[in-house]
T-cell receptor, first 116, second 115 residues
């Protein structure tokens, strides 16, 4: 079965420090992987995706993610955290059983808190 | 270009009441989705529609019905609300054209409380 796991419920980082939000996946075949961010009382916003190609994917707001096939991971990173990055982050994988729609499976979310 | 819009933003229902959550997108997307978000559980798919005229069950369809009225609109109906349906509901859409990137675009959500 396809699944995605976010092992940390919360990540705390000081402003200016690098941040990493972890994600591991389990899929059959090639994975389509995504990161979304949710600010308080808002819907999810797409940050970046990996479909194929370069293992380092760059996205919105200075975020990037590294695809590691051997470790089945897709960790979200940013070199220098901002207080405004504080939000709930979701990793997701496309469910390839549903070829007629982009059905995706979401992780449980990681709350990122950046302290000034 | 409003993206994905949802109405209402907030709703309180009594157990047994019915209501319809409305969703519309103006991006000419083929696929639309309804999710519920509960604390610590991420987003769970209720129903989706791969194209106009088709709907399919997701992970948690019990107690819900949907209608893909046209390409723009996808509504979610609770026929007899239960306290277990207290949640935040999100609608999303995606382009799903061959070669497209498959990311989904989300509405702002509806916060539903059933007492």
């Amino acid at each position: 079965a396809q699944s995605v796991a976010q092992p940390e419920d919360q990540v705390n980082v000081a402003e200016g420090n690098p941040l990493t939000v972890k994600c591991t996946y389990s899929v059959s075949g090639n994975p389509y992987l995504f990161w979304y961010v949710q600010y308080p009382n808002r819907g999810l916003q797409f940050l970046l995706k990996y479909i194929t190609g370069d293992n380092l994917v760059k996205g919105s707001y200075g975020f990037e993610a590294e695809f590691n096939k051997s470790q089945t991971s897709f960790h979200l990173k940013k070199p220098s955290a901002l207080v405004s990055d504080s939000a709930l982050y979701f990793c997701a994988v496309r469910d390839i059983r549903y070829s007629s729609a982009s059905k995706i499976i979401f992780g449980s979310g990681t709350r990122l808190s950046i302290r000034p | 270009n409003a993206g994905v819009t949802q109405t209402p933003k907030f709703q309180v229902l009594k157990t047994g009441q019915s209501m319809t959550l409305q969703c519309a997108q103006d991006m000419n997307h083929n696929s639309m989705y309804w999710y519920r978000q509960d604390p610590g559980m991420g987003l769970r798919l209720i129903y989706y529609s791969a194209s106009e005229g088709t709907t399919d069950k997701g992970e948690v369809p019990n107690g819900y019905n949907v209608s893909r009225l046209n390409k723009r609109e996808f509504s979610l109906r609770l026929e007899s609300a239960a306290p277990s349906q207290t949640s935040v509901y999100f609608c999303a859409s995606s382009p799903d054209v061959a070669g497209a990137s498959y990311e989904q675009y989300f509405g702002p959500g509806t916060r539903l409380t059933v007492t």
